[in-house]
């Protein structure tokens, strides 16, 4: 079947650090991955997104490669800012079909 | 650029009482997608519509109904509310002849059920 694992969370990091929120998947066919971002009392915003293998997604400093062989979608970002507090969801699309993520919180301190 | 929209954006109902969640898609959307989000859950997928017909159906209860209309908004009718129904319930729009699936989401409209 098609699932998406993610890092549990919540996440606290300081301003400034390094951020990195695992993502992995399972999926018939080859689907094109996601990175959601949820603010607070807000929908969903579309972060990024690849669509084929070694597809790399980036916006706003963040970025993730779409790996085939470890089945991976890593999110990623070098400096992380107060502003980046949110829930961030993994995603991937086969057919019409999304499948979401659990959600990773992160919370981002000065 | 014109996003989707939702309305209302907040609702309060009481149990057993029936609700009605609009949805207005990104223009030249075609498709429309219903979820459902729990306090602190990922969205769970109810149901979705392309061209006006039901393409998909995830976990919907039999109390809720969905359509699209010949101007691509879609309803979502909810009837016999009860407690755990209070979520948020967020519809999303996509083109099939866009890239590979990406769904654009609205604000959400946030039902409370007392």
């Known amino acids: 079947g098609n699932s998406v694992t993610q890092m549990e969370g919540p996440v606290t990091l300081s301003e400034e650090a390094f951020l990195t929120i695992n993502c992995t998947y399972t999926a018939t066919g080859y689907p094109s991955l996601f990175w959601y971002v949820q603010y607070p009392g807000e929908g969903l915003q579309l972060l990024l997104k690849?669509?084929?293998?070694?597809d790399k997604g980036s916006n706003k400093g963040f970025e993730a490669t779409y790996r085939k062989e470890t089945t991976s979608f890593h999110l990623e970002k070098g400096s992380v800012q107060v502003s980046d507090s949110a829930v961030y969801f993994c995603?991937?699309?086969?057919?019409?079909?999304?499948?979401f993520g659990t959600g990773t919180s992160l919370t981002v301190i000065p | 650029a014109a996003g989707v929209i939702q309305s209302p954006r907040h609702l309060i109902k009481e149990k057993r009482e029936t609700a009605t969640l609009k949805c207005y898609p990104i223009?030249?959307?075609?498709?429309v997608y219903w979820y459902q989000q729990g306090p602190g859950q990922d969205p769970q997928f109810l149901i979705s519509f392309y061209e006006k017909m039901q393409s998909d159906k995830g976990s919907i209860p039999d109390r809720f109904s969905a359509q699209q209309f010949s101007d691509y908004h879609s309803e979502l009718n909810m009837s016999s509310l009860e407690l755990g129904d209070s979520a948020l319930y967020f519809c999303?729009?996509?083109?099939?002849?866009?890239?590979?699936?990406?769904?654009?989401f609205g604000p959400g409209t946030r039902l409370l059920v007392l």
């Open positions: 999303a729009s996509s083109s099939r002849g866009t890239s590979r699936g990406t769904q654009y």
């Open positions: 995603a991937l699309v086969t057919g019409n079909q999304f499948y």
């Open positions: 223009p030249r959307h075609d498709t």
């Open positions: 690849a669509t084929k293998a070694d």
